[in-house]
Nanobody
């Protein structure tokens, strides 16, 4: 089992920044990849970014490239999402997720491939 706890959400004005954290515990040695997803009211869950834990390779959705950066701290078993130049359309509940076995990087944008999910943290961007 892997437990995930997100933090760092909040209310920010457009153009501002936030850094989300996702702390993993439990069988963290089994983590192959971690991802960030978001879901706005009335919308489908949307891929934001992913990171392959061992290699450190990262992937970002086109909608956030150049503004958001996923990173990790191995010693703390924590993955981060640095969000800059925030826009009102970034408002959503942000979830982190972990996958514990290999998959092609092309599948990491799909929420169905993740085994564990955090409880989510609200990000609200005011105009």
């Amino acid at each position: 089992q892997v437990q995930l706890v997100e933090s760092g959400g909040g209310l920010v004005q457009a153009g501002g920044s936030l850094r989300l954290s996702c702390a993993a515990s439990g069988r963290t040695f089994s983590i192959y990849a971690m991802g960030w997803f978001r879901q706005a009211p009335g919308k489908e869950r949307e891929f934001v970014a992913a990171l392959r834990w061992g290699a450190g390779r990262t992937y970002h959705a086109d909608s956030v490239k150049g503004r958001f950066t996923i990173s990790r701290d191995n010693a703390k078993n924590t993955v981060y999402l640095q969000m800059n130049s925030l826009k009102p359309e970034d408002t959503a509940v942000y979830y982190c997720a972990a996958r514990t076995s290999y998959t092609s990087s092309s599948y990491l944008a799909g929420g169905d491939v993740y085994d564990y999910w955090g409880q989510g943290t609200q990000v609200t961007v005011s105009s």
